[in-house]
């Protein structure tokens, strides 16, 4: 499923990047000075632009849609970008050893997609291609989608403009293997934007990482980060 292109999305999901995590989650990862790191489903590379700020030495990003990735990105010849699923992506670096990235990696982060993609064996996959004692943070939502059809409406205002956009969220859970997340996410002006991902419980979360993962929880109302650190290789 294509996914939207940086403009639209920073104004259609305005309401999330507001609730911006970025701070907290690179804090959770301790100094990042001379840090290998990987930024997945990288989007317009929030994170990755506050982590060079912090002095990581060179950045991986990922993300399946080109359009969302910005085109102010603070390129420099440290960072690289993969257009290209997590799964691919991955599965490319355990297949070489070295793979797209010639490093291991020291520090992952997953804001706002972990939802996407997460499996045991894509846990696994990560886990090899990073640094013994290497981190690995993301967030997600804690509170399960009912069944039934839920609307939200709202208002915001408009960056440097006193009038408001409106908006429309319609989120419903559909009961199944994986009990999809189905969301239509709706602002004036622009075209509906319709989502699905996986519902994942703190259960089944842990049930993909612990092999390899030992995992910290840290619960702030409706959002979960989760602190990762790689297991050492029995
Ligand atoms: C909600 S956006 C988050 C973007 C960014 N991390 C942020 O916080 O602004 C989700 C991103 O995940 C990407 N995505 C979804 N499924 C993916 C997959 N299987 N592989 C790679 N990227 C994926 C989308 O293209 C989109 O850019």
Known sequence: MNYLDLETYEKLYRRFILGDRSEQMLDLAGDLTGKVFLDICCGGGRLTNMAMDRKTRRNIMIDSEARMIS???????????FIMTVEDALREMVKTKKGVVDEMIDVAMC????NYWLTQA?????SRVMSDGGVFIFNTFNKKPDERTKIREYSLERPF?????????VTWRIIGKWDDIQ????????EPH??????MSD???RYCLETYFDVELIKEKATSIYKCIKKERQ
């Open 122 to 126: 894509k846990a696994g996959n990560l």
């Open 183 to 190: 969301h239509v996410q709706i602002c004036q002006g622009e």
């Open 111 to 114: 804001q706002q997609g972990i």
């Open 203 to 205: 259960e089944y979360i």
């Open 194 to 199: 319709f989502t699905k991902f996986k519902w």
């Open 161 to 169: 403009s006193l009038k408001d956009d409106h908006y429309v969220e």
């Open 71 to 81: 085109k102010v990105l603070k390129h420099n010849a440290w960072t690289e970008v």
